[in-house]
């Protein structure tokens, strides 16, 4: 069985029962997705390998350090295999599978009940997000502005500046299973996840060390880390371990140079389209059949859709530190698509 994702496929090999994990498969793809429209005309080559090695390489790095994932290895040819055992690159990550256990939406609210009665096994519905600075345009600034959080919620004395890096990383979390996810603070993310205070403590400080790991990494290959998402989920015997994929510029805001690493250099192109003033104009008329009212998106020109893909590919090649892609050096990819951008 295989479940489709926006940008990476599932394949399951064993499903998960009760407080036994299942066996599955991540496929990497080059779909990529802005503006939640879903797969967007062109595909990034070689973008799938790059995310699959990436998130590999800190999966094992963590290992080292003594956390708790779901990473089981890379397949190539048939085989289980370490990054540094590969031949070439591969886009197939084998991980165990844990429940995902959805709140039932009624009169009007989710309920979470379900979270208080089952004890292990489950993803925990929660995405968990550190951030090293605030760009301009962060939820940050728009939460505080009407109220429903404070600077002090996380520590800060003021509100910093747009863009500043702060004097230590903050911690925010959202839902995760809604249909439309949103921020909440953390005493209602350990209520509606069933979280003793322990387990809160826990999942923070491996944020915490998960943040401090890939800003160190990143740094060979000149990156900033200005923030990123972690999930996780509990296995069989209650412990918690790490789920999904973590430290790849799709799950997190790589910069170099104030220039994006990631999928947001195609989304700085596009907004710069009329599809993107119908995108906006469509959604303020109708949050749930916009897409009905907008023509497909134009592709993005050969050259920048070239370069993005080079962009993934020097990343891997430069924060893994072995050379799986033949591509130009990061710092004269990003270069060129200052031009776009």
């Known amino acids: 069985m295989i479940d489709m994702g926006s940008v990476k496929d599932l394949r399951v090999l064993e499903k998960p029962e009760g407080n036994k994990s299942g066996i599955g498969e991540f496929i990497f793809s080059d779909r990529y997705s802005v503006f939640d429209w879903g797969e967007m005309p062109d595909h990034i080559k070689h973008k799938g390998e790059a995310l699959c090695l990436m998130g590999a390489y800190f999966f094992e790095r963590l290992e080292e350090k003594g956390i708790k994932t779901h990473y089981m290895g890379l397949v190539e040819d048939g085989k289980i295999k370490r990054i540094d055992e590969l031949e070439r690159a591969s886009n197939i990550m084998r991980v165990k599978l844990l429940r995902v256990l959805k709140p039932e939406f009624k009169e009007g609210k989710y309920d979470y009940s379900i979270y208080k009665k089952e004890r292990a096994n489950f993803l925990i519905p929660l995405e968990v997000i550190y951030r090293n600075s605030l760009p301009p345009g962060s939820s940050i600034f728009r939460r505080v502005k009407e109220g429903s959080i404070t600077p002090q919620d ?121 599809w993107y003033e119908e995108v906006k104009e469509a959604k303020s008329k109708n949050r749930e059949r916009w897409k009905e009212m907008v023509s497909p998106p134009p592709p993005l020109p050969p050259r920048l859709a070239e370069l993005i893909s080079m962009m993934y590919q020097a990343t891997c090649n430069e924060v893994v530190g072995i050379k799986f892609f033949d591509t130009s050096p990061l710092h004269e990819i990003i270069r060129e698509i200052k031009e776009f951008v």
Do not use: H
């Open 154 to 274: 996380f520590g800060m004395e003021r509100m910093p500046e747009p863009g500043e890096k702060l004097s230590r990383p903050i911690l925010d979390v959202s839902t995760k299973l809604e249909v439309t996810d949103r921020y909440i603070k953390w005493e209602e993310a350990k209520n509606i996840a069933g979280l003793d205070d322990e387990e809160v403590n826990e999942i923070k400080d491996t944020t915490l060390l998960i943040d401090n790991l890939i800003t160190e990494e990143v740094k060979r290959a000149g990156l900033v880390n200005e923030d990123g998402k972690v999930e996780y989920g509990f296995d069989g015997e209650r412990q918690i371990m790490l789920v999904d994929v973590l430290g790849t510029p799709d799950e997190c805001r790589f910069t170099l140079d104030g220039i994006p690493v990631s999928k947001e250099a195609a989304r700085i192109f596009y907004r710069k389209t009329e």
